[in-house]
């Protein structure tokens, strides 16, 4: 099961398993792996992508 952003600019999935159970929790974004993850270090990760996106050259 999974969530979409109002404006489809993040996808929530969650998955079995990404072989890293010594970071858990964690989130992948791109195959880049963030560990120890909790909600507003999921936020701050989110809105970093988010002006990556917007903003590409920097």
Do not use: H, M, W
């Amino acid at each position: 099961q999974g969530e979409t952003s109002e404006d489809l600019s993040v996808t929530l999935e969650t998955v079995g398993c990404v072989g890293c159970c010594g970071l858990a929790p964690v989130v992948t974004i791109n195959e880049e792996v963030f560990g120890e993850i909790d909600p507003s270090k999921a936020n701050l990760i989110v809105n970093k992508v988010r002006d990556n996106n917007n903003n590409p050259g920097g």
